[in-house]
């Protein structure tokens, strides 16, 4: 059964940092491109972040850009969100998600993790 597994969010201050992981298990995510994705109350899931299965190429949202940085380790089938400058708006819960079926941008992807929960307070 494959299973992608968030954690490292948390309550930070404005201007603050965190840093996600998202561990995957059931089979080998080497070869597929990984997102992360976060959703605030009451608002739609939106596109953060994405890295290809290489790691060589990665694309942001224009509202996290020069502030987050996405990245991959592929011997511990993990991906990373580093997460610097954070404005309260960033507050949401965020998810990594693999098994791109459609455009990076849109959450059309197979496999899903649970979400982490990120509240920055100003």
């Known amino acids: 059964q494959v299973q992608l597994i968030e954690s490292g969010g948390g309550l930070v201050q404005a201007g603050g940092s965190l840093r996600l992981s998202c561990a995957g298990s059931?089979?080998?995510?080497?070869?597929?491109?990984m997102g992360w994705f976060r959703q605030a109350p009451g608002k739609e899931r939106e596109f953060v972040a994405f890295i290809t299965w290489s790691g060589s190429s990665t694309y942001y949202a224009d509202s996290v850009k020069g502030r987050f940085t996405i990245s991959r380790d592929n011997a511990k089938n993990t991906v990373y969100l580093q997460m610097n400058s954070l404005r309260p708006e960033d507050t949401a819960v965020y998810y990594c998600?693999?098994?791109?079926?459609?455009?990076?941008?849109?959450?059309?992807?197979?496999?899903w993790g649970q979400g982490t929960q990120v509240t920055v307070s100003s």
């Open positions: 998600a693999t098994g791109l079926s459609g455009r990076f941008y849109d959450p059309e992807y197979d496999y």
């Open positions: 059931g089979r080998t995510f080497r070869n597929d491109a």
